[in-house]
């Protein structure tokens, strides 16, 4: 039973992945809706992050897919700077993740271009890379969005009043809220990142 929910998790991860990229391609915006593409490369950016997505849906030439996203999370790095790329370091991840892994036995690599998977012996480090990625990405979140920019969180309660303390009988300030918010971002960050409590993550 492991093994069978091990070789459809390609196939769970990639769907997960593909339909954000898909929007994002199409919006012409970076990783998130937040991260707006200037001029040409809206189109440039915007059509890779297509081609990734329909790539990983599907499970064709997958481990080029891959490369592609590693390479637009570089490129970002110089289009829309280092904060932005480090907010979606996830993504990073992934690209390790479909590389070093494929997408799978559910996939059309497997079925009609079985030279382009990975060989065996990288996919042991998938869920590592995947793993820190994730984590970067949490911790990323967790300083810009809050411990570093406290307005920015203000602003978001203020039009989406989502501290809820006040309803469980221990009412936070929002500004006590938004750290705490922060220290469990960061604590999941942390412990994904170092393997610690995964399972409880």
């Known amino acids: 039973r492991r093994r069978a929910l091990y070789g459809i998790l390609p196939l769970i991860l990639g769907v997960h992945v593909a339909v954000p990229l898909l929007v994002n391609g199409v919006q012409g915006t970076l990783f998130s809706p937040d991260n707006e593409l200037p001029g040409v490369w809206a189109n440039f950016l915007g059509f890779a992050e297509t081609f ?36 979606n370091a996830l993504y990073l991840g992934f690209a390790a993740f479909f590389f070093l892994a494929g997408r799978g036995p559910i996939s059309i690599d497997r079925v009609l ?14 869920v590592p890379a995947l793993r820190a990625g994730l984590g970067l990405g949490f911790i990323a979140v967790a300083f810009s969005e809050k411990f570093a920019n406290l307005p920015l969180a203000q602003a978001f309660l203020e039009r989406y009043p989502l501290n809820f303390t006040g309803a469980l009988g ?26 610690v409590f995964v399972r409880e993550i």
Do not use: H, K, Q
């Not at 271009?113 to 998938?126: D, G, K, S, V």
């Open 52 to 87: 990734v997505a329909l790539s990983l849906f599907y499970g064709a030439f997958t481990r080029i897919a891959a490369g592609a996203l590693g390479a637009m999370w570089v490129v970002g790095l110089f289009v829309l700077g280092l904060e932005p790329m480090l907010d």
């Open 113 to 126: 271009f079985p030279r382009l998977e990975p060989p065996e012996r990288t996919a042991p480090y998938a």
């Open 170 to 195: 221990v009412p936070l300030s929002d500004e006590v809220f938004i750290l705490c918010a922060g220290t469990v971002e960061l604590m999941l960050g942390l412990f994904t990142l170092s393997g």
